[in-house]
Each structure stands twice: as C-alpha cells, then as structure tokens.
C-alpha cells in the first residue's frame, strides 16, 4: 500500500510537471565548508572575484551605502592580494535553508576587523550569500578555541503540531528566501542603514519560546 501510495505521488508530481521541495539538513558544518571555501578562492582568483561567484542575484552589501552587490562587484577590479578570514561561529535555520556566520579578518597591510555574512541555499542545494557586512576593529573579537555550530528551534504551526509558537512579527528582509519558498522564521536577519550611513544589522534565532538575538553589530557613521 505504501509503494503504492509513493508511486501515485510521484504520477502526480509529473502529471503537473513539477518537483517535490527539496529538504536540507540544518547542517551548520555545510555552511563552515562554505565560508572555508568562499576564502580559499579569495586567496587563489582574487577578492571580488571569489564575491562575485559566490554570491546570489539579490545580495546586498555595504560600501558604506547598501548596494546591490552584483552591480558593485562588477566594476571592482581585485586588489594584489585578498583579505583573508575565518568563521568563529554559524547559525543555522531550522529547515537548513538560511544561515548566518560571523567571524575575523585580516588585510595585507595587517589592519583587522570583523564580518558578518547571511547564507541562503540555492535551487541546486549551495550556499550563496546574501548579505555581507563588516568593520574594522582595534582589536579581534574572541574566537572559540573551535568552530561552533547552532541551529535553531522549529516554529511548529497549525493543530495536530503541538502549541503554536507566539507570532511575534520578526524583522525579515524579501531576501531571505527564493521566491515560491516559504520561510520557516527560525532565522531572522535586519540590515538597518540610518541617514548618517550608519548601519545596525541583527541576526535572530527562535529557541522555541522566543527569539534570541544572537548576531547584532552597529557600525558607525563614516567618517566624512
């Protein structure tokens, strides 16, 4: 009966021409693989070489002003030699299709600072990003003697699926999900910019009884 009732699902699937959604696991290893390999071809294609092919079509970043980053990187020629980084920690939604690290820098000329990059799973299953920002800071922020990974609570819904969780409206840009993708709101991002161009942007995890802002980094005005 259950072949059955498989092989009618998959007749339908191809009667209608479409696919069934495909599920990821909320494997926060996958996205330390990315960040690890975003680096990587930094160091051997160039810095903005390695931006541009990793990045989604809607990504944003900040130069100070946000900008859509396609159009930007597609002027910027790479410098000499790339800034190089690691992850110290990554977040992971629910259903393991959005993420978020963040980590340290370093520049050639050995100034430092920090990054904060939001990651979204393409039609084909890879990590592209979609938002990346960053600052310079006197003095590295304290890594973990060891990558760390989290992943966030399910918002279970609708009866038969336990207590719903509480519909506290979370913060989230259109970016957050392809089209035609529902978003699960275990992960939520903001990327504020004020008219002084400075810039707050959060990233917040559902631990199954509220949210829990566990990324929020404030960049001042630039300098004018």
Not at 36 to 65: C, H, Y
Not at 162 to 171: I, R, T
Request: net charge positive; glycine share 8%.
């Amino acid at each position: 009966m259950k072949a059955r009732a498989a092989l009618l699902l998959a007749s339908a699937f191809a009667l209608v021409g479409a696919r069934p959604p495909m599920r990821f696991q909320p494997d926060p290893s996958s996205v330390i693989a990315a960040e690890i390999a975003f680096n990587r071809l930094a160091q051997a294609k160039g810095q903005w070489t390695a931006f541009r092919e990793t990045s989604a079509e809607d990504a944003v970043m900040f130069v100070p002003q946000r900008v859509l980053a396609k159009e930007w990187l597609r002027k910027q020629a790479d410098p000499p030699a790339s800034v190089q980084w690691s992850p110290s920690i990554v977040y992971v939604s629910c259903d393991g299709r959005l993420a978020a690290s963040t980590g340290n820098w370093k520049r050639p000329d050995g100034s430092i600072g920090y990054f904060t990059t939001v990651w979204r799973r393409d039609k084909k299953g890879a990590w592209k990003w979609i938002m990346d920002h960053g600052d310079t800071l006197a003095s590295p922020r304290e890594a973990p003697e060891y990558l760390t990974g989290k992943v966030a609570t399910c918002k279970r819904r609708g009866p038969g699926e336990g207590q719903a969780a509480p519909d506290v409206s979370p913060p989230r840009r259109k970016g957050n999900a392809p089209p035609s993708v529902p978003v699960d709101e275990s992960l939520t991002w903001s990327a504020d910019v004020a008219g002084d161009g400075s810039r707050h942007v959060t990233v917040r995890i559902w631990t199954g009884a509220d949210y829990e802002t566990v990324i929020d980094d404030r960049v001042g005005a630039p300098a004018s």
